[in-house]
Each structure stands twice: as C-alpha cells, then as structure tokens.
T-cell receptor, first 112, second 114 residues
C-alpha cells in the first residue's frame, strides 16, 4: 500500500521568510496530493492540492510542486506570517472517493 | 461551501458505555465519508471508509464490532464507540467527499473515557 514520508518534523522560520515542507510517496498509482493545515484542537483544513497531470500549482503565498518521476511533492509558503504557525500534513492517494494516506506532519513555527 | 460538522465537539463518558458521534455534510452530498482517529502529536490514522447505503470498509486492525459506522444518508454518517475504555480516548475526525475528490474535514470530537 501507499506510504507517505514527510520532512522536516518541525520547522522554525522568521516572519517574512519562506518555508518548505517535503513529502515522498511510494505508490506510483497515486495521483492526488492534498496539503492540510491543522490548528490545535481543530480538524484539518485543505490549503492546496495537486493532481498528477500538473507539475506545479500556486495560490497566493502557497505553492505545491510535484515530481512524479521521483515520487515527491513539496509545499512552499512564502512571506510567512505568525498565523501560518500550525501543523501541516501532506497526503497521497487516488482520486474520487479513495482513501488518503497522511504524512507524519510538520510543526511550523513562524517567529515574529 | 463544503462545510462538515461534527457533534458533539467533546464528550466524557464512563468506561463500558457507548458513545455516538455524528458527522454531517452541511452544503453538499457526501457519497463517501471517512473516519479517522488522531492521538496527541500524531498523524491522522484512517479507521474506515463508508459509502452511503453500504457497509463500511475498515482498515486493518480496526475492530468493526467496536467501532460501528452507519452512513444512512448522503449528509450523515455516525460512529459509535461501543463499550468504550480509556484506551479509546482520542480525537475522532470525520471527512467527507462528494462529486469531487477533495476530502473536507469536520472539526473533530474529543473523546475522554474515564
């Protein structure tokens, strides 16, 4: 089955700097890769996703890149703000109602 | 759009009792709902997948007789933890997906078993 590994486990950046979180997956059949942000005591919130027919996707300060050959994908947050501090999870799976496998999570701390 | 609610947000119960958690998709029809549990400082672990009107598919190691899942309509799924014990204390989160492949998560339910 699918296995998703995520690095780093914790990341501290200065406000205004960029943050990058990386994930690798094992199942070449996976074609859907969402990223979720989870604040303490709350459910995960989708922030961006990418499908295997696209190499990069951007939404304002957030971007995701996907390298299918190497089976890895990354989340890029630019101009970080204190409110970006949270736990970020990557996930991999197949589209349309199929289950997702989550990475272990990255605690992002943005210092002001 | 794409709002998922859970009820209750937290519950405390005595060991041996059963607890029901509801998951509702408020503004879309959820053909598939997922139930996860999350221990402190850990990732989300999928417990089961349910499709409306069908029996749930449980992940390996999850006791289907202990964690009863019902997906009776396109907007409601329930998880019942039967004969709960302290080791069942956890954060239970549901997600729902409809016509698109995106999973939208509920706010979670904190279960504490005394």
């Amino acid at each position: 089955g699918e296995n998703v590994e995520q690095h780093p486990s914790t990341l501290s950046v200065q406000e205004g700097d960029s943050a990058v979180i990386k994930c690798t997956y094992s199942d070449s059949a996976s074609n859907y890769f969402p990223w979720y942000k989870q604040e303490l005591g709350k459910g995960p919130q989708l922030i961006i996703d990418i499908r295997s027919n696209v190499g990069e996707k951007k939404d304002q300060r957030i971007a995701v890149t996907l390298n299918k050959t190497a089976k890895h994908f990354s989340l890029h947050i630019t101009e970080t703000q204190p409110e970006d501090s949270a736990v970020y999870f990557c996930a991999g799976g197949m589209e349309y109602g199929n289950k997702l496998v989550f990475g272990a999570g990255t605690i992002l701390r943005v210092k002001s | 759009g794409a709002v998922v609610s859970q009820h209750p947000s937290w519950v405390i119960c005595k060991s041996g009792t059963s607890v029901k958690i509801e998951c509702r998709s408020l503004d879309f029809q959820a053909t598939t709902m997922f139930w996860y549990r999350q221990f402190p400082k850990q990732s989300l672990m999928l417990m089961a997948t349910s499709n409306e009107g069908s029996k749930a598919t449980y992940e390996q190691g999850v006791e289907k007789d202990k964690f009863l899942i019902n997906h009776a309509s396109l907007t409601l799924s329930t998880l019942t933890v039967t004969s709960a014990h302290p080791e069942d204390s956890s954060f239970y989160i549901c997600s729902a997906s409809g016509q698109t492949d995106t999973q939208y998560f509920g706010p979670g339910t904190r279960l504490t078993v005394l």
